[in-house]
């Protein structure tokens, strides 16, 4: 999978999502010029590099959808919402670059069988 945007036909999406995930690269693009990266590196890097990334996505996913609207103005709620997506997204990359079948059905006697349908 490439690290650039790829280009879609030109869409007319009902939801405006073309809009949104624009709006989430922003957000996400200023966490690597923010306080949250120090010597080109994220606190988040050491996390997942210790083994710890899934539990440590999954939980901020949670915290973030839970606190949204319970916390300051409508606009904190809605930076809560950009959260809960830049984690979901780096779960995914989580999720792409550990091995996943070792954790995702401990019941399992085969690799191959999953005790619970995803679809």
Do not use: W
């Not at 949104?20 to 890097?45: C, P, W």
């Not at 050491?46 to 083994?51: A, C, E, H, S, V």
Request: net charge negative.
């Amino acid at each position: 999978m490439s690290n650039e945007l790829i280009k879609r036909p030109d869409i007319s999406y009902k939801f405006s999502e073309n809009v949104y995930v624009e709006e989430l690269m922003d957000v996400i693009n200023n966490t690597y010029k923010g306080h949250y990266s120090r010597e080109q590196f994220q606190a988040t890097e050491f996390i997942i590099d210790g083994g710890h990334g899934t539990g440590f996505c999954i939980g901020n996913i949670m915290k973030y959808a839970q606190r949204y609207g319970k916390k300051g103005s409508t606009d904190d709620a809605r930076k809560d919402i950009m959260k809960v997506l830049h984690y979901a997204i780096m779960m995914l990359h989580v999720h792409d670059s550990e091995e996943f079948d070792k954790f995702a059905d401990i019941d399992s006697s085969s690799p191959e069988e999953y005790k619970y349908d995803t679809d």
